[in-house]
């Protein structure tokens, strides 16, 4: 025999605060999220890199090695300090804000304290992403400057030993 439906009965969930879900700060804890702040700083370590591609393709269609076609340097100069600066403010800009909206949200912080952790957030996050490019950036520079002393330390060895064959050792 088949029983009848009987819809089930709505009971309230216990008196929960929302507060009590959301992470209470310890006294152990640190208020910077550090996973936040490294995600933002590689979005805007990669952002750049891509902005600084799209600038160097740009850049490359707009000067030509025929004289008199093409851009000025003048013009090509302040074309790049441009666009640099706008790629650098736009990806630190998006990586910031990732790292300020990634951040653990903290219960008992007023809006002032918010604003203030989403900032730092942000500016660590542009700090971490600024140092990273430099380590890059002097570890490239550095490879390239070696392999050209490297290669004019071994033109100038071959230099010496045509000159000493040259003039039969008397050097």
Do not use: I
């Given at each position: 025999?088949?029983?009848p439906y009987s819809a089930p009965v709505y009971t309230p969930a216990p008196?929960?605060?929302l507060a009590d879900t959301l992470a209470r700060p310890s006294a152990n804890t640190s208020a910077v999220s550090w996973a936040a702040v490294f995600a933002g700083a590689a979005a805007a370590a990669s952002l750049g890199l891509i902005l600084l591609i799209l600038g160097t393709g740009l850049g490359m269609t707009a000067v030509s090695p025929w004289a008199n076609e093409g851009i000025s340097a003048t013009t090509f100069g302040v074309t790049t300090i441009v666009w640099l600066t706008?790629?650098?403010l736009l990806s630190s800009g998006m990586g910031g804000y990732l790292a300020g909206?990634?951040?653990t949200k903290w219960a008992d912080a007023a809006r002032d304290e918010v604003y203030f952790r989403d900032t730092a957030h942000g500016f660590l996050s542009?700090?971490?992403a600024t140092l990273v490019t430099a380590a890059l950036l002097t570890s490239a520079v550095g490879a390239i400057v070696g392999a050209g002393v490297?290669?004019?330390a071994s033109v100038a060895s071959g230099v010496?030993?045509?000159a000493?064959?040259?003039t039969g050792g008397a050097l």
């Open positions: 025999m088949a029983t008196d929960v605060e706008l790629s650098q909206r990634l951040r542009w700090a971490v490297q290669a004019g010496a030993s045509s000493a064959l040259a």
